[in-house]
């Protein structure tokens, strides 16, 4: 039985994996490496976001899928496991630096 149920609990975990969807063409802008002293934010082509901050000496991580973009904003995340991120400037150029700013923390693209 024990067995069983791990099998199960694997084939869950990779059909999880593919509940995300790819970057939109429209959004493309979003790919990449972001960085501020006390965030990091990775968006790859694929959808799958990595995120780390740094607040009050209080370190929040997320890793998972892109699920959906509402607007400039975008959710990530597995059903009802997921967060929004609010972005509150979309990437724009400032100069020859890509900058945007989400949950009020202004990033710097560091990387395609």
């Known amino acids: 039985m024990n067995r069983l149920f791990g099998w199960m609990l694997a084939g869950c975990m990779i059909l999880l ?43 929040t991580s997320v890793e ?12 990530v995340g597995v059903g009802p496991m997921s967060t929004t991120f609010i972005v509150n400037r979309p990437p724009y150029l400032d100069g020859e630096t890509w900058k945007m700013q989400v949950d009020g923390v202004p990033l710097t693209k560091t990387a395609e």
């Not at 998972?64 to 959710?75: I, M, R």
């Open 17 to 59: 994996t593919g509940c995300g969807i790819e970057v939109p063409p429209e959004k493309a802008a979003y790919i990449g490496e972001w960085q501020a002293t006390t965030m990091y934010l990775l968006i790859t082509r694929d959808g799958s976001v990595r995120y780390k901050r740094i607040e009050g000496g209080v370190t």
């Open 64 to 75: 998972g899928p892109l699920k959906a973009f509402d607007g400039d904003n975008f959710e």
